[in-house]
């Protein structure tokens, strides 16, 4: 009887992750992976001593795995993981409501960890937890529907069809459009990195409140979509393949700039 009881708990922790994973556990490694590849020799050196030599596609998903720890300040920082907006809204007004979201949210812990990361005096598990916390909060900022509306929870209320199995445009977004394509991390991130210019064209010159209006602009092509027919297959995958791959690939390049920045100098 423990034995089952056991393997019920089991199975209802791994769904209630894949339910709240941004980008899923693939589309994070992905995205880990195509950092890793472009990090600078004293970042990469600064982030062994962190991590040694494991990889930080390891790592990349370990702030959704903590929301079902059983201490109450990891279990807590679920809202970390998205910031709600209203929808289509200009520049200047997109970071008018960050700057005056909570500070229980994507926007704003981002933030506070990328500075407190910089610190010097940190314990072992404080420098570990934090660059955690990057490799992942900056990926969710790159998942369209974590920039979503809080009416429908980005989308997890909005109810589709993918394939003839019940959906929300959410997981769609997650992992659906990623796992169809069937690469590996390691394969994914191989295929998309192909550009040497990329890094200028996507990393270089932006910040991350632009970053987030470019999630923001895309949520609201999303939503305006899927309004308009929610039975998803070929056709929108055809459609939104190229965007979804785009995400993974400017979190990535992005994810590499962050890190050579804090862990580089």
């Known amino acids: 009887m423990k ?57 990349s998903n370990w702030a959704d795995f903590i929301k079902s720890d059983p201490d109450p300040v990891l279990n807590a920082t679920g809202s970390w993981h998205f910031v709600n907006a209203p929808a289509n809204l200009t520049y200047e007004a997109f970071v008018k409501v960050l700057h005056e979201s909570s500070e229980d949210n994507l926007y704003k812990a981002y933030l506070r960890i990328k500075e407190e990361a910089r610190r010097k005096d940190l314990s072992q598990k404080e420098k570990e937890q934090n660059l955690y916390f990057i490799v992942h909060l900056l990926a969710d900022a790159h998942q369209p529907l974590h920039v979503g509306r809080e009416e429908d929870l980005g989308g997890n209320k909005i109810e589709v069809e993918f394939f003839g199995r019940k959906a929300n445009i959410h997981r769609v ?28 064209k996507y990393a270089a010159h932006s910040s991350f409140e632009e970053w987030l209006y470019g999630s923001h602009q895309m949520a609201n092509i999303i939503y305006d979509e899927v ?19 785009e995400c993974l690939l400017k979190a990535g390049l992005r994810l590499a700039k962050e890190l050579n920045e804090i862990y580089g100098k």
């Not at 977004?173 to 200028?200: C, M, P």
Request: charged share 25%; with cysteine.
């Open 3 to 59: 034995t089952i009881l056991k393997l019920v708990i089991i199975c209802v922790l791994s769904l209630t992750h894949e339910a709240a994973n941004a980008w899923g556990m693939t589309g994070h490694r992905v995205i880990a992976e195509i950092a890793e590849q472009h990090l600078k020799k004293k970042a990469k050196k600064n982030i062994k001593k962190i991590i040694g030599n494991q990889k930080l596609a390891y790592w």
């Open 173 to 200: 977004w997650d992992s659906d459009l990623v796992d169809n394509e069937k690469y590996s991390f390691t394969e994914y991130a191989s295929v998309l990195n192909i550009n040497k210019y990329d890094y200028q």
């Open 227 to 245: 309004a308009k027919n929610a039975n998803l297959r070929y056709e929108y995958i055809y459609q939104n393949k190229y965007r979804m791959e």
